[in-house]
């Protein structure tokens, strides 16, 4: 309580200082003021507000924070631009967000020095099992703006009709905690590229358009939690994402008994997110008027069903890219299967399933190889925040599907990564990618697919370039499963050279490696950003050379680490 009493006092104290309507009375924070009327455009866009939850918090809460409180951001001063994601932009607004002017306008939006017109800056209030502890959370230092459409000819439109788009480290909210509400660079940046990486992949992902920081280090923290602290420079981001609810947004409302809050926002998230669940003719607002309607209960198990089908494919397509979360606590989970939230995740180096890739992880709870049983239990959790509308009975049956969507995932992407013919799916298929994974373990995984795919043949025996990637005793092993892709490739119908372009198709040449980014992260703190540029310009396309590298550049962002070069240690701290 004491707490929270503080968060809110330091948002009356900075609302004392810049525009501020948040009103707070008795640990209750809203915004009483009128809906502002946009009558100037956001680069030539307006923002949707039918489909913002900042409009299912004034329409249904006046009187409480129940979604979320508003407020404004507190700006960051002597704020630079790091860089600006033009290929994301350019998918909402015209050309003239790649001019100087418009360039300088959105720093002074990300800054927090202005906000967009027609913005409704909102901290979204939810919570989240924390390493398996219940907190009460929310948006501690992030501010959404709104809902943007995509231009119609983006490919960001299929996968949704609105993004959300919101700024983080843009200054202390009502759940701050005992936070103060910023970033700092190392980061901001990390979850700039990591977005991006995973893109570039193609895996469901949240993004960065763009980062900015203050010249000065002005931000203490203590990176590993062991009394030393350092300074640093705070930054902001600009993120977007189709929707920022996770599994804890409806947690906080059955924990507390907020049932009226509970029950419109799953119908506002059916409206939005899961329309297809609808017959003709239904609606949300007669279906869900209370929460004794059977068809209610119907549709949201089937928005459950969803959600644990989209959690499960998600987390396939992780395993298979060697990508470890570091910190699946139920309010890093998204309702849309997205990866959101990225903090002390990590791709796989030395292939281990036993990788920690948070030093903040003392009882390797998330770890690389738990995630899908981390996934697992965090559905659970999500389920039983559903209750009434979904009965025990009905949580089983649907959480029933969760392991084998995940297998098919995994499989599925793991096939993609050995050039087998995505219309030929084998029963055998699982066992030969379980088998390949047993002889690789200690080899470096990206770069052992990436040598496996450009060395991919048909002799009797393996090239040695794979072979001496492996330990004596698995390269003795790896002979008898390079015989069996002979096999396995005639069942498919493909040739050697169909393989071998489908293989290099889905394994990289640039990963998102902790010494790369650690590279882009010191210079960007020296105030040099052409690293962070670069690794933005390749992880878009990372399957593809990148002929603007030098020779030095490309061994350098193609390779792993040295052998004898220290680990790079991430944590919680940002």
């Avoid at 480290?169 to 005992?178: A, F, L, Q, V, W």
């Avoid at 280090?217 to 996770?246: C, K, M, Q, V």
């Avoid at 030929?424 to 770069?447: C, F, K, N, R």
């Avoid at 069996?484 to 493909?494: A, H, I, N, T, V």
Wanted: proline share 6%.
């Amino acid at each position: 309580a004491s707490t929270r009493f503080l968060s809110l006092l330091c948002v009356l104290v900075l609302c004392s200082l810049y525009r501020c309507d948040l009103v707070c009375k008795d640990g209750i924070c809203d915004n009483d003021s009128d809906i502002p009327e946009q009558t100037e455009l956001f680069f030539g866009k307006t923002f949707h507000y039918d489909s913002s939850l900042q409009k299912l918090q004034r329409d249904a809460h006046k009187d409480k924070d129940i979604y979320g409180a508003f407020l404004y951001p507190h700006p960051l001063p002597d704020c630079e631009l790091v860089d600006l994601n033009e290929e994301i932009l350019a998918q909402f607004f015209a050309e003239e967000i790649y001019s100087d002017s418009a360039r300088d306008t959105l720093r002074s939006y990300i800054c927090g020095q202005d906000t967009p017109p027609g913005s409704q800056p909102f901290a979204h209030r939810y919570g989240g099992l924390q390493f398996a502890k219940w907190a009460e959370l929310g948006d501690g230092r992030a501010l959404s703006w709104g809902n943007i459409r995509p231009n119609s000819y983006s490919s960001l439109s299929l996968t949704s009709p609105v993004w959300e788009f919101q700024v983080k480290g843009s200054g202390i909210t009502p759940y701050s905690r005992d936070g103060d509400g910023r970033a700092v660079l190392r980061s901001s940046i990390r979850e700039y590229l990591g977005s991006w990486a995973m893109f570039g992949l193609g895996v469901p992902t949240s993004l960065v358009g763009g980062i900015v920081r203050g010249a000065t280090p002005t931000i203490r923290r203590d990176p590993f939690y062991d009394g030393n602290f350092i300074t640093e420079h705070a930054a902001i981001t600009l993120r977007l994402s189709p929707s920022w609810l996770r599994f804890g947004s409806f947690q906080i409302l059955k924990k507390n008994g907020e049932e009226v809050a509970q029950r419109k926002l799953i119908a506002y998230t059916i409206d939005q997110f899961f329309p297809f669940l609808l017959n003709d003719g239904e609606t949300t607002a007669e279906l869900f008027q209370s929460k004794t309607s059977p068809r209610a209960s119907e549709i949201t198990t089937h928005m459950l069903n969803e959600i644990i089908l989209r959690t499960a494919r998600l987390i396939g397509q992780w395993k298979a890219h060697g990508f470890c979360h570091g910190v699946m606590n139920t309010d890093n989970m998204s309702i849309l299967g997205l990866t959101i939230d990225y903090g002390p995740f990590g791709f796989m180096e030395k292939y281990n399933p036993e990788w920690v890739c948070n030093f903040s992880d003392d009882n390797k709870r998330y770890k690389f190889d738990t995630q899908e049983s981390v996934g697992m239990w965090n559905v659970k959790q999500f389920a039983d925040s559903l209750a009434p509308y979904v009965s025990i009975y009905q949580q089983v049956r649907a959480l029933g599907d969760f392991f084998p969507a995940y297998k098919e995932a995994f499989v599925a992407a793991m096939s993609l990564k050995l050039g087998f013919n995505p219309e030929v799916v084998l029963p055998i298929d699982e066992t030969i990618v379980e088998s390949i994974l047993e002889l690789i373990v200690g080899a470096d995984y990206h770069q052992f697919f990436r040598v496996l795919s450009s060395n991919m043949g048909s002799g009797k025996l393996p090239p040695r370039a794979i072979t001496e990637l492996l330990t004596p005793e698995n390269a003795k092993l790896f002979e008898s499963w390079w015989k069996f892709m002979d096999k396995r490739r005639e069942l498919s119908g493909l040739t050697v050279r169909e393989q071998r372009k489908i293989m290099l198709k889905h394994n990289p040449i640039y990963v998102l490696r902790n010494h790369i980014a650690e590279k882009a992260i010191k210079d960007a703190e020296e105030g040099n950003f052409e690293t962070v540029r670069t690794l933005r310009r390749i992880l878009r396309t990372p399957f593809t050379k990148d002929p603007d590298l030098s020779p030095e550049e490309q061994k350098f962002f193609s390779s792993p680490p040295s052998p004898d070069a220290e680990p790079i240690i991430v944590s919680c701290s940002s």
